[in-house]
């Protein structure tokens, strides 16, 4: 059996998303609304089951290592592990990093400038990406102060909220350069996927609350919640909602090139992507400064909802839980935990 928890980062609202998987292939869903230092005390009263804790990235540092050399041999799992070590030990030297590694992984590869799914067994000129994630010591501290040394329990997997959800995205959309932006009650997280890979990850202030505010400020609260049939039947309702979409549109593209992250599509993960006139009014302001797009990301043909309702801020869970193969093959019935 297995327990998924999501974290929303917030001081003002601090809550945890969590889906606890059975075997009998049910999947629950419920929201706990606690800092991650309780919830971490909770989950000890499972031990028997699986623990995956998506975590947000501030609490991660991520590093990209491109490896290109002549192996004369095959390479070997014993290989790769002494390559990795000899990478992990430059990067920490070379960026001063005392935190701790808490996944690695490849991908890329090239042999003799042909393109291959593995590495293991190949020989020749060979190029792939190794990527390297470490972990807070105040994040991991927290785990350890209740599994002892964390890192070595098979069952507690700690990991960047929007990793599966980026490798999802890249390999699905053949995009390696993106931005995947999360609007959240309090804030926006902006994450720039560049070659693939995390390339920063930057805050604005200005979260769901403050188009709240604006439209409260305008006089409009009435039709936040308005079907978006309802609104365009409404000429002065539709006027002032697009005019108070606009302003908070053109702000927040504002912040965006400030932050130099505009000039690539943005995938946005929020429950304000169920707002219509929020996309095309955003796609609006963002095409007058970009000849990119704006692109809700809230469904996908591509993933299995197991019978919960899908929620575009659950997007990170739900694509986790289809890409994880032995949560997956649980759910689907292909084999027993």
Not at 19 to 35: A, C, S, V, W
Not at 167 to 182: A, E, G, I, S
Request: aromatic residues 14%.
């Amino acid at each position: 059996m297995y327990y998924l928890r999501y974290e929303y980062l917030s001081e003002s609202f601090p809550r945890c998303n969590v889906f606890k998987i059975r075997d009998n292939k049910e999947l629950l869903h419920y929201t706990i609304h606690e800092d991650l230092s309780n919830i971490v005390q909770q989950s000890r009263e499972y031990p028997k089951y699986d623990h995956f804790f998506l975590l947000d990235e501030s609490r991660f540092s991520f590093f990209r290592c491109d490896v290109n050399q002549l192996f004369e041999e095959e390479i070997t799992i014993h290989t790769l592990n002494e390559l990795t070590k000899e990478k992990i030990r430059e990067t920490k030297d070379a960026h001063g990093i005392w935190w701790e590694v808490v996944m690695n992984y490849v991908d890329t590869i090239f042999v003799d400038g042909k393109e291959k799914k593995f590495l293991i067994g190949q020989k020749g000129q060979i190029f792939f990406r190794l990527y390297i994630i470490f972990i807070a010591k105040t994040s991991l501290n927290l785990f350890d102060s209740v599994y002892g040394t964390t890192l070595e329990k098979k069952n507690i997997n700690l990991i960047p909220q929007s990793l599966y959800t980026l490798l999802f995205l890249r390999n699905n959309l053949k995009k390696d350069n993106f931005v995947l932006l999360y609007i959240t009650e309090s804030y926006a997280k902006a994450i720039t996927v560049k070659d693939g890979f995390y390339a920063g990850i930057d805050v604005l202030n200005l979260g769901m609350g403050a188009l709240k505010q604006m439209y409260k400020d305008n006089g409009v609260v009435q039709y936040r919640y308005k079907e978006y049939q309802a609104i365009e039947a409404n000429p002065l309702a539709k006027e002032l909602v697009v005019e108070t979409l606009e302003f908070y549109s053109q702000l927040f593209c504002k912040r965006l090139f400030e932050k130099h992250l505009g000039g690539m599509d943005i995938i946005v993960i929020s429950p304000i992507t169920k707002n219509e006139h929020f996309i095309e009014t955003f796609n609006k302001e963002y095409r007058k400064m970009s000849n990119n797009y704006i692109v809700p990301f809230h469904h996908s043909n591509s993933l299995n909802s197991f019978g919960i309702e899908r929620e575009p801020e659950n997007m990170d869970s739900l694509v986790f839980v289809n890409q994880e193969e032995k949560i997956r093959k649980l759910l689907l019935g292909e084999e027993k935990n």
